[in-house]
């Protein structure tokens, strides 16, 4: 039996804990599936260039810093924008090494070319859940703290907005560590709302949650794409609000301090805006692929296939620190 044919009569969900036979035929599924293997390759390769471009973000940004007259943002929007950023690293270092090893584990290591009926294990060793379920959070706690960073930003955008008379004058972080706070608490919650349905004592064919928790991991899927509207449609209307008020006939009785707080709330606002709009497209296309993919499969293995395959995340975490460097050049010629 092929693995492409196995894996439509036999479903590893419904399989014993430590069934090694069936694990193989999913892991022969994936292995002799060129698509499977080439998204593998090629979200391996966007988080090994995404890397390299933080790392070459952070060393430009540490040779040269801007000096705070030149800044355009709120230093607590600076703050919850490095957030983010922190989180779209911790994806890609996730990607790098689920992705990577899962890569390497079904190719360079497979010890047979071939599906050998006498093998005990098919030549690929199988990923106890113990293992490749924690090491998937590390992507998944990436992505969803991503999202809820950016429900930071619209918040600390709408308090900049709702106190624009004295929010300038205003130095303190306290707003940005609670709502690093309330990110954190959030991205937690997410993973271990999914944590406590891994069944642990399961073998995988790849690093992933678990049967039990793919529920679960689909529901968190759905809301932070809720989450990534929401966001966008917060800044909209911030940027509107504050743009409206900046062309009304008696902004001339506001104050100096107020003034110049709307101005740069369009100014935060207008980048927050692309860069948001950037996060919502390519993680909308995401969930919606997959999630449209996940409906439709019928096995837990061609499910798995799905979010391999329709997986377009690291393609952020490429393009927000090549984009960010690209910018921070342009400003200094």
Same mark, same amino acid.
Request: charged letters at 15%; aromatic letters at 10%.
């Given at each position: 039996?092929?693995?492409?044919? %196995? &894996? @439509? $009569?036999?479903?590893? /969900?419904? =399989?014993? +804990?430590d069934d090694?036979g069936?694990?193989?035929?999913a892991?022969?599924y994936?292995?002799e599936?060129?698509?499977?293997?080439?998204?593998?390759?090629?979200?391996f390769?966007?988080?090994?260039?995404a890397?390299?471009?933080?790392v070459?973000?952070?060393?430009?940004?540490a040779s040269?810093?801007l000096?705070p007259?030149?800044r355009?943002?709120?230093?607590?929007?600076?703050f919850?924008?490095?957030?983010?950023?922190?989180?779209v690293?911790i994806g890609?270092?996730?990607?790098?090494?689920?992705?990577g090893?899962?890569?390497?584990?079904?190719?360079?290591?497979?010890?047979?070319?071939?599906?050998?009926?006498d093998?005990?294990?098919c030549?690929i060793f199988?990923?106890?859940?113990?293992?490749?379920?924690?090491?998937r959070?590390?992507t998944?706690?990436?992505?969803? %703290? &991503? @999202? $809820?960073?950016?429900? /930071?930003? =619209?918040? +600390?955008r709408?308090?900049?907005?709702?106190?624009?008379?004295?929010?300038?004058?205003?130095?303190s972080?306290?707003i940005?560590?609670v709502?690093?706070?309330?990110?954190?608490?959030?991205d937690?919650?997410?993973v271990?709302?999914?944590?406590?349905?891994?069944?642990?004592?399961?073998?995988?064919?790849?690093?992933?949650?678990t049967?039990?928790?793919?529920?679960p991991?689909?529901?968190?899927l759905?809301?932070c794409?809720?989450?990534?509207?929401?966001?966008?449609?917060v800044?909209?209307a911030?940027w509107?609000?504050?743009?409206?008020?900046?062309h009304?006939?008696?902004?001339i009785?506001?104050t100096?301090?107020?003034?110049y707080?709307?101005e740069?709330?369009?100014k935060?606002?207008a980048i927050?805006?692309?860069?948001?709009?950037?996060?919502?497209?390519v993680?909308?296309?995401?969930?919606?692929?997959?999630?449209l993919?996940i409906?439709?499969?019928?096995t837990?293995?061609e499910?798995?296939?799905?979010?391999i395959?329709?997986?377009?995340?690291?393609?952020?975490?490429?393009?927000l620190?090549?984009?960010?460097?690209?910018?921070?050049?342009?400003?200094?010629?």
């Amino acid at each position: 039996m092929s693995a492409e044919g %196995g &894996s @439509s $009569t036999v479903d590893i /969900a419904m =399989a014993k +804990e430590d069934d090694l036979g069936v694990v193989c035929v999913a892991m022969l599924y994936f292995a002799e599936s060129p698509t499977t293997i080439g998204a593998f390759a090629t979200k391996f390769s966007c988080a090994l260039l995404a890397i390299a471009m933080f790392v070459v973000l952070l060393l430009v940004k540490a040779s040269c810093p801007l000096l705070p007259r030149e800044r355009s943002l709120h230093p607590n929007a600076y703050f919850l924008l490095y957030v983010h950023f922190t989180f779209v690293f911790i994806g890609a270092v996730g990607v790098l090494i689920n992705d990577g090893f899962d890569l390497f584990r079904l190719t360079v290591f497979r010890r047979q070319p071939s599906n050998d009926p006498d093998s005990p294990d098919c030549g690929i060793f199988a990923m106890p859940a113990a293992y490749g379920a924690p090491m998937r959070l590390v992507t998944f706690f990436g992505n969803t %703290g &991503s @999202s $809820t960073s950016m429900l /930071a930003l =619209a918040v +600390e955008r709408t308090v900049a907005t709702l106190r624009a008379k004295s929010y300038e004058q205003e130095r303190s972080r306290r707003i940005a560590f609670v709502l690093l706070f309330v990110t954190i608490a959030l991205d937690v919650a997410a993973v271990v709302y999914i944590v406590v349905h891994i069944n642990f004592r399961r073998l995988l064919p790849m690093q992933s949650l678990t049967a039990e928790a793919a529920d679960p991991g689909t529901y968190v899927l759905c809301f932070c794409g809720v989450l990534e509207i929401f966001n966008l449609l917060v800044l909209v209307a911030l940027w509107l609000i504050n743009h409206t008020w900046k062309h009304r006939d008696n902004r001339i009785l506001a104050t100096l301090s107020q003034k110049y707080q709307v101005e740069e709330n369009i100014k935060t606002t207008a980048i927050l805006i692309p860069l948001t709009s950037l996060h919502v497209l390519v993680n909308i296309a995401a969930y919606v692929l997959m999630l449209l993919g996940i409906w439709s499969s019928p096995t837990l293995q061609e499910k798995l296939k799905v979010v391999i395959t329709r997986d377009t995340a690291p393609i952020y975490d490429l393009l927000l620190p090549t984009f960010t460097l690209a910018r921070i050049l342009w400003r200094r010629q």
